[in-house]
């Protein structure tokens, strides 16, 4: 059974920086997409930043040139770097990977999430 488990999440004050793991772990074949989604109280759940098996990466505007996405394709992880973070990025965030196991096909799975909260 595929799982993508979260880990890095946090309290942090307004500027500074925290990084995000998620790794990928069960029958897997490939993965194509991995990324990092996010949902704040009373918000709808939201694209981060995505990233393709190939390298090519997509930013949510809100977090262009603060946060950095990558992955290890060997490891089968992805990571978010967040700099200079504000407190409008307070959410919980969530891994998200579409998977091809061995077994049963592409499927798109999520991880179960990871605090991060800015506050002074």
């Known amino acids: 059974q595929v799982q993508l488990v979260e880990s890095g999440g946090g309290l942090v004050q307004p500027g500074g920086s925290l990084r995000l793991s998620c790794a990928a772990s069960?029958?897997?074949?490939?993965?194509?997409?991995m990324a990092w989604y996010r949902q704040a109280p009373g918000k709808q759940r939201e694209l981060v930043a995505r990233v393709t098996s190939g390298g090519t990466t997509n930013y949510a505007f809100s977090v262009t040139g603060r946060f950095t996405i990558s992955r290890d394709n060997a490891k089968n992880t992805v990571n978010l770097q967040m700099n200079n973070l504000k407190p409008e990025d307070t959410a919980v965030y969530y891994c998200?990977?579409?998977?091809?196991?061995?077994?049963?096909?592409?499927?798109?799975?999520w991880g179960q999430g990871t605090q991060v909260t800015v506050s002074s």
């Open positions: 069960g029958s897997i074949f490939s993965i194509y997409v």
């Open positions: 998200n990977a579409d998977i091809r196991d061995n077994y049963t096909g592409s499927k798109n799975y």
